[in-house]
């Protein structure tokens, strides 16, 4: 029995070993297979072998018109002697600072990648070097796979074993892209400063290294404020590996860009200059400026020519009106959505493309930041009808006052008057600040945050009252796009431009469709779309009244530096914006509704027919199944799912106002922001700590506790489903004993505040010393004029 049993467990060791050995050999295998694979990719000698020439790739329209050609030129190599040594010491800075050490990889920055994605849930990080790079600049696609990471990684050892350091660097330096069409250093030097590499200074050397990690966000002819952070960030970390002195980095950031103003000779555009740059950067950063400007793509947009030139019509038009009758109105932009899919169907990012002394290449739509004013509005009452208000409910327009450190914020409304109490939909029919700063002031700051992000802004929000009112910054593509719920009964279709590529070979390489998502109640989005027609029919939009269904809001900022209309019908949204790039005033009465309305409304005397023209060829069941969808009603069981979302994807966070990133404890002046979740930022500020801090998000901190973080609203909770006064949460520091809690407390009256208290104050008290309910203030008390 005994030897049985001996001979099975050989056998069985025998078996595992035979096992163990053919799993080992063939993974050898596998691996010096792809490795010989990969090998046979690099090139004999010094030279690249180029294995297909370049093509040129077009841009079509939605109805198959040529929209533009696009085309690889500004290609130049220059020797390794022609560029200046503070180039390549601000590129190495950077993009690789261990690259005259490491072997083509770079273990630790690796790690950090690996250990930041794995924390962030997303592939924001890759750890390549400079040699990586360098690999998959040449050989392999921009497509962020495992393959491709392994291809790559392999590729770099193989390019390190073959080429100097010198080498390495100076082929990385003539292939990299630096935006604008660009490709090497010699072609960024003349494209963006119009000199020689070895003409450049320190700043302008810094600036172009900092490009290639996102061309299209850090150049200078998209967003110079971006490029000059950005350039900032390298030349720190040029003094901090001791490349510069601080000193000469400190000089070197006090000058700002001189540009020899952009070229488009690369591109030839018939139509919707602004949009085909828009789809060419998406494209860039989805394949590569080598595919795109030499793959000989086919791109077929969401554009309407038709509606494209209505768009450019009616923004001129009404500028040139406003221009004559002695209003400084120098810019504006205007863009169109189907919000059924998310289709951006016109796009005018300036009033002239091609004014380079106004800067007519900037677009507007997708790169300004600007006030909403009074736009903003609509997302605090989507919360209001959310959490049970309806549009018949009433609040106090009356004086309000907050202190704030050694100020007081006293809102008031854009007429200088107060009208007692008002319903919530005279309200935002007559734009009255005063109303929406209490109601955002009941339901919390980050309860109104959590609305707008959930609904299609993008952008930051600051956690103040001043929210309501539109103070924190947004784009008009932001503002179009999350009005678009409205219009589908709370539905939000992502915005898109392209909507299919096709690569040399007739392969299929893009075929997108809507990303829809449910982002508020059916109920909600279409009482406040009931509410917004009013503005239309009876407010300050009525000069957008003409057209059938219409609803919109206005808004205008202070001192009339911004003027807006975003409107809407089922079918199609639209957001016109005008003002000044150096956000001076434009004089008074330019107001929303006396500039922008006109616009938007001569737009859609166009426009709509298109739509309806499109609408009567889907035929009666593609109507019919979109009709049905329309008239979908939220269960209970979603609109819970609905509020558990909106608590857990909101992400507030300490930021630097001077690098735009992480705040760190060094930091001067920090501000308290609201981001969508994954759209947080994940890097430290790099000029008020040390750059070798380690990335990623900052955990999220209890609310400030002191009077200017309370008269921002940074720790008011929802007002419970009742209707009574919120109280706002407490916290608690020990035991049961200690507990204090934030109280909002009536200035006449020393008793909790309600709504109807015109000066409040906020203390933080021991629960048990809490007062009740002020009754000096409340709907008796102001009908004999008590405010």
Same mark, same amino acid.
């Given at each position: 029995m005994r030897r049985i049993r001996s001979r099975k467990l050989r056998m069985a060791w025998n078996i595992f070993k035979v096992a163990f050995l053919l799993a080992i050999a063939g993974v050898l295998g596998l691996a010096g297979a792809t490795f010989y694979s990969i090998s046979k990719l690099?090139?004999?000698?010094?030279?690249? #072998?180029?294995?297909?020439?370049?093509?040129?790739?077009?841009?079509?329209?939605?109805?198959?018109?040529?929209?533009?050609?696009?085309?690889?030129?500004?290609?130049?190599?220059?020797?390794?002697?022609?560029?200046?040594?503070?180039?390549?010491?601000?590129?190495?800075?950077?993009?690789?600072?261990?690259?005259?050490?490491h072997a083509g990889l770079d273990a630790k920055a690796i790690v950090r990648a690996l250990y930041e994605n794995i924390r962030g849930g997303r592939w924001a990080q890759g750890g390549s070097t400079i040699t990586q790079q360098l690999a998959r600049n040449i050989f392999l696609s921009q497509r962020k796979t495992v393959s491709r990471k392994l291809q790559e990684l392999l590729l770099a050892r193989e390019i390190e074993r073959r080429l100097s350091k010198e080498e390495i660097l100076q082929r990385y330096l003539n292939t990299v892209f630096y935006g604008s069409g660009a490709h090497g250093v010699k072609a960024a030097a003349r494209v963006y400063f119009g000199k020689l590499p070895a003409q450049l200074t320190l700043a302008e050397a810094a600036l172009l290294a900092g490009l290639p990690q996102r061309p299209s966000r850090f150049?200078?002819?998209?967003?110079?404020?971006?490029?000059?952070?950005?350039?900032? #960030?390298?030349?720190?970390?040029?003094?901090?590996?001791?490349?510069?002195?601080?000193?000469?980095?400190?000089?070197?950031k006090k000058t700002r860009p001189k540009l020899v103003g952009i070229r488009a000779s690369r591109t030839r555009v018939r139509k919707g200059p602004h949009f085909v740059a828009y789809v060419v950067s998406q494209l #860039?950063?989805?394949?590569?400026?080598?595919?795109?400007?030499?793959?000989?793509?086919?791109?077929?947009?969401?554009?309407?020519?038709?509606?494209?030139?209505?768009?450019?019509?009616a923004l001129a038009r009404q500028v040139k009106v406003a221009q004559g009758r002695g209003k400084k109105v120098g810019q504006g932009c205007f863009v169109a959505i189907d919000p059924q899919t998310g289709h951006i169907k016109a796009m005018v990012g300036s009033l002239d493309y091609y004014d380079k002394d106004n800067k007519g290449e900037f677009n507007r739509v997708v790169q300004a930041r600007r006030?909403?004013?009074?736009?903003?509005?609509?997302?605090?009452?989507?919360?209001?009808?959310?959490?049970?208000?309806?549009?018949?409910?009433?609040? #106090?327009?009356?004086?309000?006052?907050?202190?704030?450190?050694?100020?007081?914020?006293?809102?008031g409304n854009y007429d200088g008057r107060f009208r007692g109490r008002v319903t919530l939909r005279r309200a935002v029919e007559m734009s009255i600040n005063i109303p929406a700063i209490r109601m955002i002031h009941t339901l919390g700051v980050d309860t109104v945050i959590a609305y707008a992000h959930r609904m299609g802004i993008k952008s930051p929000l600051g956690r103040d009252l001043s929210l309501a009112i539109g103070t924190s910054v947004v784009s008009p593509l932001e503002l179009a796009s999350a009005y678009g719920c409205f219009a589908t009964n709370g539905v939000h279709a992502e915005p898109m431009v392209i909507a299919r590529v096709l690569g040399r070979d007739d392969r299929v390489m893009?075929?997108?469709?809507?990303?829809?998502?449910?982002?508020?109640?059916?109920?909600?989005?279409?009482?406040?779309?009931?509410?917004?027609?009013?503005?239309?029919?009876?407010?300050?939009?009525?000069?957008?009244?003409?057209?059938?269904?219409?609803?919109?809001?206005?808004?205008?900022?202070?001192?009339?530096?911004?003027?807006?209309f975003v409107g809407f019908t089922r079918d199609l949204v639209a957001a016109v914006w005008v003002g000044n790039d150096d956000d001076t005033p434009m004089g008074g009465s330019v107001f929303g509704g006396t500039v922008c309305a006109p616009a938007w409304a001569s737009f859609m005397e166009t426009a709509l027919p298109i739509v309806a023209k499109a609408r009567r060829q889907q035929g009666n069941v593609a109507v019919a199944r979109a009709e049905s969808e329309r008239e979908h009603r939220t269960s209970r069981e979603e609109r819970q799912r609905i509020r558990e979302e909106l608590r857990e994807n909101t992400v507030i966070a300490d930021i630097c106002p001077e690098s735009g990133v992480l705040a760190v404890p060094g930091c001067p002046v920090k501000k308290r922001m609201g981001f969508p979740r994954g759209g947080e930022p994940r890097e430290r500020c790099p000029i008020h700590g040390s750059y070798s801090q380690p990335l990623g998000g900052q955990p999220l901190e209890s609310p400030d506790t002191g009077p200017a973080a309370v008269a921002a609203g940074a720790h008011l909770a929802p007002e419970p489903a009742s209707g009574q006064p919120a109280r706002p949460g407490g916290a608690e520091s020990g035991g049961a004993a200690e507990r204090r809690e934030e109280v909002t407390i009536c200035v006449q009256s020393q008793k909790r505040a309600n709504e109807y208290c015109p000066e409040v104050v906020i203390r933080r008290l021991p629960a048990a010393q809490v007062p009740g309910i002020c009754a000096a203030h409340g709907p008796a008390a102001s009908g004999n004029g008590v405010q």
């Open positions: 690099l090139p004999s000698g010094d030279e690249i #072998v180029v294995t297909e020439p370049p093509e040129t790739t077009r841009i079509y329209a939605s109805d198959g018109s040529l929209l533009a050609r696009i085309y690889q030129e500004n290609r130049e190599s220059a020797d390794i002697a022609e560029i200046p040594k503070v180039l390549q010491d601000a590129t190495v800075a950077i993009e690789d600072s261990r690259f005259y050490t150049s200078p002819y998209e967003d110079e404020d971006a490029a000059v952070n950005r350039r900032d #960030v390298v030349l720190n970390r040029m003094a901090e590996l001791g490349y510069i002195t601080r000193a000469a980095a400190e000089d070197a #860039v950063n989805r394949w590569g400026p080598e595919q795109v400007y030499g793959g000989g793509l086919r791109v077929y947009t969401t554009l309407n020519t038709e509606m494209q030139e209505a768009a450019e019509r006030q909403p004013g009074s736009a903003f509005k609509p997302f605090v009452y989507t919360a209001a009808f959310d959490s049970g208000y309806r549009p018949d409910d009433t609040l #106090v327009d009356s004086p309000l006052s907050f202190p704030d450190g050694k100020n007081t914020w006293r809102p893009e075929d997108n469709r809507p990303v829809l998502r449910r982002a508020i109640p059916t109920e909600t989005a279409e009482t406040m779309a009931d509410v917004l027609r009013g503005v239309v029919t009876r407010g300050t939009g009525t000069r957008a009244g003409a057209i059938e269904g219409a609803c919109g809001k206005t808004g205008t900022t202070q001192n009339d530096r911004d003027a807006w």
